[in-house]
C-alpha cells in the first residue's frame, strides 16, 4: 500500500529552537510539494520539487524556513529560528510525472511552538 | 499569483439536505481537482476535470468544470453523516513549470446534523 510517510507526526518545540519534518514521498513520484495548513489560512504551498530540483518556493518565509530533497526518497522542511507563528500542521504530499496528476498527502506533522 | 476563492467557507446541513461549495480562480486553468479532509486527517483525492464544461459523478457527488475553465462546483445529494469533512479544489495552471504546482482553496467545512 504505496503511501507518503512524514516524521514526526507531532512536535512540540520552544520557540527560537530548530525544527527538521521529513518526507518519504510514494516510491517512483517525481513530485513534491510541502503545504502548511492553518485555520486563518487553510492550504498554502510553501515549496514543491520536480525531479529534486526546487521549481517554486516562492510561499516560503526565506529567512527561517529551508526545504531539500537530498535524494528522491527523503524531502526535509526546516524551520530555524522557529516561532509561535509556524505553529501549524505541515503536509507533504507527492505526485507523478505529469503535471494532471493528483497529490498524495502524508499524514502531516502537528507543530507547536511555545 | 494565482488565486483559488472558494466558497462558502462552513456550511450546516440537516441529513438528507443537498450541499454545494464553488469554486473560482483569477486564472484559467488546466485542470482542477477536489480533494476531502476528514477532521484530523490529511486531503484525499476525489477527482479531477479537465475538459471545459466537464461534468463528472460519483455516486451522490457531482462535478462540473465550467466553459471557461475558472470555476468550478462539487454538490452532494442527500448529504449523509460521512459527508462530514472540508472539501477542496485545487487548480493547476497550464503549461511549464507552473503546471505541477497546485493552489488549494481555503475549503468548505461541512457538517452534517443528523
Known amino acids: 500500500d504505496a503511501r507518503v510517510t512524514q516524521t514526526p507526526r507531532h512536535k512540540v518545540t520552544e520557540m527560537g529552537q530548530e525544527v527538521t519534518m521529513r518526507c518519504q514521498p510514494i516510491l517512483g513520484h517525481n513530485t513534491v510539494f510541502w503545504y502548511r495548513q492553518t485555520m486563518m489560512q487553510g492550504l498554502e504551498l510553501l515549496a514543491y520539487?520536480?525531479?529534486?530540483?526546487?521549481?517554486?518556493d516562492s510561499g516560503m518565509p526565506k529567512d527561517r524556513f529551508s526545504a531539500e530533497m537530498p535524494d528522491a526518497t527523503l524531502a526535509t522542511l526546516k524551520i530555524q529560528p522557529s516561532e509561535p507563528r509556524d505553529s501549524a500542521v505541515y503536509f507533504c504530499a507527492s505526485g507523478g510525472d505529469r503535471g494532471n496528476t493528483e497529490a498524495f498527502f502524508g499524514q502531516g506533522t502537528r507543530l507547536t511552538v511555545v | 499569483g494565482q488565486q483559488v476563492m472558494q466558497i462558502p467557507q462552513y456550511q450546516h446541513v440537516q441529513e438528507g439536505e443537498d450541499f454545494t461549495t464553488y469554486c473560482n480562480s483569477s486564472?484559467?486553468?488546466?485542470?482542477i481537482q477536489w480533494y476531502k479532509q476528514r477532521p484530523g486527517g490529511h486531503p484525499v483525492f476525489l477527482i479531477q476535470?479537465?475538459?471545459?464544461?466537464e461534468v463528472k459523478k460519483q455516486k451522490r457527488l457531482t462535478f462540473q468544470f465550467g466553459e471557461a475553465k475558472k470555476n468550478s462546483s462539487l454538490h452532494i445529494t442527500a448529504t449523509q453523516t460521512t459527508d462530514v469533512g472540508t472539501y477542496f479544489c485545487?487548480?493547476?495552471?497550464?503549461?511549464?513549470?507552473?503546471?505541477?504546482?497546485?493552489?488549494f482553496g481555503k475549503g468548505t467545512k461541512l457538517s452534517v446534523i443528523p
Open positions: 520539487f520536480r525531479n529534486r530540483a526546487p521549481l517554486d
Open positions: 486564472t484559467t486553468l488546466s485542470n
Open positions: 476535470l479537465v475538459k471545459s464544461g
Open positions: 485545487a487548480g493547476r495552471k497550464g503549461s511549464g513549470a507552473g503546471s505541477y504546482q497546485l493552489t
